[in-house]
């Protein structure tokens, strides 16, 4: 599983991060990352890839199974203010 959104930027603003859920936490390493970054640059426009991942045991959902993003989100902007 995996949620994308935007975080603080000093430069552009806003830059695109991904947290991801992987099915083993032990494989998550930086080897990890490089792998799922290079397979977005080759599928997705320069501007659609996260410039980083981070790494979750479990990604927060409602009773019902919806995904928080804004859980995720909210503490890249703690102490900024977010975009629209």
């Given at each position: 599983?995996?949620?994308?959104?935007?975080?603080?930027n000093?430069?552009?603003?806003e830059e695109?991060?991904?947290?991801?859920?992987?099915?083993?936490?032990?494989?998550?390493?930086?080897?990890?990352?490089?792998e799922?970054?290079?397979?977005?640059?080759?599928?997705l426009?320069?501007?659609?890839?996260?410039?980083?991942?981070?790494f979750a045991a479990?990604l927060?959902r409602?009773?019902?199974?919806?995904?928080?993003k804004?859980?995720?989100?909210?503490?890249y902007?703690t102490?900024?203010?977010?975009?629209?």
């Amino acid at each position: 599983m995996a949620a994308v959104f935007g975080i603080p930027n000093a430069e552009m603003g806003e830059e695109v991060k991904a947290v991801v859920q992987p099915l083993d936490m032990a494989s998550a390493d930086p080897s990890l990352a490089a792998e799922l970054l290079a397979f977005c640059r080759a599928r997705l426009s320069h501007i659609k890839c996260p410039r980083s991942i981070d790494f979750a045991a479990e990604l927060p959902r409602t009773p019902t199974g919806k995904l928080l993003k804004r859980v995720l989100r909210d503490p890249y902007w703690t102490g900024q203010s977010a975009g629209a």
